[in-house]
């Protein structure tokens, strides 16, 4: 959130999101409609709420490639990416959408994290010729279901590359075309603030339909995306969310946080996972993010929650981390004021930790003897 309120919340119905949607309608009147609309490529969504960080100057992709996670050297202008600000440990810090107009980058990212977005990038720069400009109070985002990105005389505009395994990256989930996110396209447009009604309007004028965040997260969240303001906590790394995908590139040059992530990657596992829950709706109840998962009622705590939908067709949904050895095939019991829901779980992030490209673990060698080549082994 940005801390401004968007003017499509004084249209006829609509009703104000919370939490990390804040400034903007969680609906306006009819979800269904609105999600349906969405889904079939026919609506728009007031995304003003999120942040927009600008990096200008002629060494700003490289810049950029030398402290975040991904591949950015050579980046061809209107060509959409993602990157993350990882800790040392290899801990999410920041995510935000990358693309660059030829003339400067641009950052699309939580409202709530811009500002310390810039001001970490700010002290970042030393010597480099970048200029970083938070620019979330003059421009707003406008979310629509097109899968294409921006053209020259059209809006800087951000396309989701998810779940498409970009180049470096790889992947824990089904192949693109296995995963449900390939049937979702998303991009954000950005335009100045003072242009957002007429910029909604347009679209509305040919015939597309004003949606909310209801059916916005709805379909992210079946699409298994994973967002900054609401699934990461303080102890994330990428791979528990299959974020390798598309925001990390593991065959680049050093970076904060690189080595963690080649670490997990090629020898270890992720020690938590992500997984979508299929909730029963029969009682009516919703958990809250940050609701506990349980195998058993009374049971030691196996994850939470991190983002809730009702989705028009499959009914309450949510995206929730759990413990790598929380069994995969177990129903669960999650808290919800009111009494405990039961959750089928759907696997995002398999139980084994292992990505498609692992590499092959060495055969282990005798301590003291060198492995067999032409002649039989010596003693050291």
């Not at 498609?356 to 282990?364: S, T």
Request: aromatic share 4%; charged share 25%; with cysteine.
């Amino acid at each position: 959130m940005t801390g401004l309120a968007s003017p499509l919340l004084d249209r006829p119905g609509a009703v104000p999101a919370a939490g990390p949607d804040t400034g903007v309608a969680w609906h306006y009147g009819d979800p269904t409609a609105e999600q349906r609309a969405l889904e079939r490529g026919g609506a728009v969504v007031d995304q003003s709420h999120l942040g927009v960080v600008r990096v200008a100057g002629p060494d700003r992709l490289s810049w950029l490639h030398s402290i975040t996670s991904q591949h950015l050297q050579d980046l061809a202008p209107r060509t959409s990416t993602e990157l993350l600000v990882l800790s040392p440990q290899g801990r999410v810090e920041h995510a935000a959408g990358v693309v660059d107009d030829g003339e400067a980058t641009w950052l699309v990212t939580e409202g709530s994290h811009a500002a310390d977005l810039a001001a970490w990038l700010d002290r970042m720069k030393f010597m480099m010729r970048v200029e970083i400009t938070d620019l979330s109070a003059e421009l707003a985002v406008i979310g629509e279901p097109v899968d294409a990105e921006g053209i020259d005389g059209e809006p800087v505009t951000w396309r989701d590359p998810w779940p498409a395994v970009a180049a470096g990256g790889t992947r824990y989930g089904p192949p693109a075309d296995e995963h449900p996110g390939a049937e979702r396209a998303w991009r954000l447009v950005l335009v100045p603030r003072a242009e957002l009604v007429d910029a909604v309007a347009a679209r509305e004028a040919a015939g597309w339909q004003l949606a909310g965040t209801w059916a916005s997260e709805a379909e992210r969240v079946v699409a298994w995306r994973p967002r900054l303001g609401v699934d990461v906590d303080d102890r994330t790394i990428p791979h528990e969310l299959d974020w390798l995908r598309t925001a990390v590139h593991l065959q680049k040059g050093c970076y904060r946080g690189q080595e963690s992530v080649a670490r997990v990657h090629n020898l270890g596992r992720p020690p938590r996972r992500l997984t979508m829950l299929h909730l029963d709706g029969s009682g009516h109840l919703l958990p809250e993010p940050g609701a506990e998962i349980r195998a058993d009622e009374g049971g030691r705590a196996l994850g939470a929650v991190t983002s809730v939908a009702r989705h028009h067709e499959l009914g309450p949904v949510a995206l929730a981390v759990l413990k790598r050895s929380a069994p995969s095939d177990a129903e669960l019991l999650v808290d919800c004021d009111g009494g405990a829901v039961s959750a089928a779980q759907e696997q995002v992030v398999p139980g084994d930790g292992v990505s498609v490209d692992r590499p092959a673990a060495r055969r282990p060698v005798a301590r003291g003897v060198t492995p067999r080549r032409d002649g039989p082994a010596s003693m050291i």
